[in-house]
């Protein structure tokens, strides 16, 4: 049961992680006719059915062929429903693999889908076939001609991915390939470990990462590696200057208004204010200046291109322990190049799941952290009806701070209404905003 679950979490773990462009599937699917739409809206439900565990095995493997007939349709955006939907296949019964895999590589180049968006859905789904490949080293397949089947699938899938990152113009695609042949490289294959180093220095940013990610994960799993927040203990500032710092506070409580500027605001993406967090990124977020650089949610997640949500920054960890880190706390700290006055703090959780019950807000001051805000009992975008980007706003005592310091548990991020084993939580930040309202009343 163990050894199944385990397998049920690297299927999510493709599904998440795996499949992104800028090509969405509202964007592509952009039917004509009612007829089309109902065509498409009826393969997309077909996909819905391969999730839902109340299906039985049997259904399931039925509702396959005609998302292998749906992949040879003329029209572009039946083709991409059937690829999105086939990611969800039993892969487990080689005989639906091997079909499915046939198909797939049938259509896998830009001529005979010139879609990239598509072509990323068809490369996760062989990367569905990769993540069975730590369960065949470990002999957990029912006998040994099933075995076989599958090391010949998983050799043929390896040799496609390669081609597709050796040769897919688009860097998307090529991304994708990356991360559906670490399981292989994970399980020792020198060609999939080879294929993947080669492209650590890669000139395509989204590649490189990848690349970069793969090659350091050895078990996505694991709950070996300990979480490694420990608090900054920053300088404080010297004491000759505390005497004017003090005459600038009392300057700045007179003449400022509640201010709409984002003190964290940072376009420019150098110099001040600094944004750090406490530990490298998980999946296709990866880049904690888009929390700070004046885009946020607004710019890049909205409901007409669902596909074009890897922004923001992804912390790994959470109940499932992405990234091979155990959840529990992580931080997210802003430094300022003088002191400021603050009182309020908007942060844009990426959607539902990925929002904190329990977390709290520090000042840095004088080479001193002090605690400002604190709660374990969140209610804000946690609800079944909140939208993703909804706001979390934070009030507190005005201080003056040389930092701001997020902590949260992402342990905390479990939402009651939704099964617990459906969840993805993680912690995953679009936006932080830090703001002064001057109807605050200041600290000491």
């Not at 150098?270 to 530990?279: E, H, L, S, W």
Request: include cysteine; proline fraction near 7%.
């Amino acid at each position: 049961m163990k050894r199944r679950n385990s397998l049920k979490r690297v299927v999510k773990l493709t599904t998440l992680i795996l499949i992104s462009c800028s090509v969405s599937r509202a964007q592509t699917a952009n039917p004509s006719s009612p007829d089309l739409e109902s065509q498409v809206q009826s393969i997309y439900q077909i996909g819905t059915q391969l999730q839902d565990p109340s299906v039985s095995a049997k259904t399931q493997r039925n509702l396959v062929p005609p998302l292998i007939k749906a992949l040879s349709d003329p029209n572009p955006a039946i083709k991409h429903a059937a690829a999105w939907s086939l990611r969800y296949a039993p892969f487990g019964d080689s005989g639906v693999s091997r079909v499915v895999q046939k198909a797939v590589l049938k259509i896998l180049s830009p001529k005979a889908t010139p879609d990239p968006g598509t072509r990323r859905y068809l490369v996760s789904d062989i990367g569905y076939l990769t993540a069975a490949t730590e369960f065949l080293v470990n002999g957990t397949q029912p006998s040994s001609k099933s075995l076989i089947s599958y090391r010949r699938l998983i050799e043929q899938s390896r040799q496609a991915l390669t081609r597709v990152l050796e040769k897919d113009p688009s860097s998307c695609v090529a991304e994708g390939a990356v991360w559906c042949l670490g399981p292989v490289a994970r399980a020792g294959d020198s060609q999939a470990i080879q294929a993947i180093t080669k492209h650590i220095d890669d000139s395509r940013p989204q590649v490189r990462f990848a690349a970069r990610m793969v090659s350091r994960i050895k078990d996505p799993f694991s709950d070996a590696t300990p979480n490694p927040y420990k608090p900054t203990v920053a300088t404080g500032s010297p004491e000759k200057l505390f005497a004017q710092a003090d005459s600038n506070f009392f300057k700045q409580l007179s003449a400022a208004q509640d201010t709409a500027v984002n003190l964290a605001q940072n376009i420019a993406r150098r110099g001040y204010p600094q944004i750090a967090t406490d530990a490298e990124s998980w999946g296709f977020a990866p880049d904690p200046q888009e929390m700070v650089n004046g885009m946020g949610t607004g710019k890049y997640y909205t409901p007409q291109s669902p596909d074009n949500w890897q922004h923001g920054f992804a912390f790994p960890g959470g109940p499932k322990g992405w990234g091979g880190m155990a959840g529990g706390w992580h931080a997210i700290t802003v430094r300022f190049d003088s002191a400021k006055l603050v009182s309020t703090m908007k942060i844009v959780p990426h959607g539902k799941i990925n929002t904190p019950a329990e977390f709290r807000v520090l000042a840095f001051f004088r080479g001193q952290w002090t605690e400002v805000f604190k709660t374990d009992n969140n209610q804000q975008c946690r609800q079944q009806n909140d939208k993703d980007g909804c706001i979390v706003t934070i009030s507190f005592r005005t201080v003056r701070a040389e930092q701001i310091r997020f902590e949260f548990n992402d342990l905390s991020t479990l939402v009651p209404w939704q099964d617990p084993q459906k969840q993805d939580a993680h912690g995953w930040f679009d936006k932080i905003e830090l703001l002064y309202n001057k109807s605050g009343s200041p600290g000491s």
